[in-house]
């Protein structure tokens, strides 16, 4: 009876924790022929932007930070002075935009099962976990 007790209490607390390890590669979700597309978040709170066509790479460095809202359960990230370097998000940027060329300081967005969301409603603009 003991070990069942004990069981079912490390299934409750493993149960409980988040894997709060967001570090890894996330692909664009916007698909372009012949290019690569991805951002790579690093554990030391670091990132690298990166988008490839044809024979251009373009990078871009910058930090990120996690917060946690528990009035909304739910992940959010903070990207420092983004740059847009890909077609669909400087299009995105000039229709919503003032100023589409300067950086941009992306704050709260949602992070949830795997993927970075810039936009709720504009799948391509977002970022997935592979």
Excluded at 12 to 31: K, L
Excluded at 97 to 106: A, E, G, M, V
């Amino acid at each position: 009876m003991r070990n069942y007790i004990l069981l079912i209490c490390i299934a409750i607390i493993t149960s409980c924790t988040n894997n709060t390890d967001f570090s890894g590669r996330y692909y664009s979700c916007c698909e372009v022929p012949n290019s690569l597309h991805y951002i790579d978040l690093f554990s030391d709170s670091t990132f690298l932007h990166v988008y490839t066509t044809k024979n251009k790479t373009y990078k871009h460095n910058g930090i990120w930070k996690v917060y946690y809202s528990k009035n909304q359960r739910q992940y959010f990230i903070d990207f420092n002075e983004w740059k847009d370097l890909d077609s669909c998000s400087i299009e995105y940027k000039k229709k919503h935009f003032q100023n589409p060329d300067s950086p941009i300081h992306y704050q709260w967005l949602i992070l949830r099962n795997n993927q970075i969301f810039f936009d709720i409603d504009n799948y391509d603009l977002n970022f997935k976990k592979k």
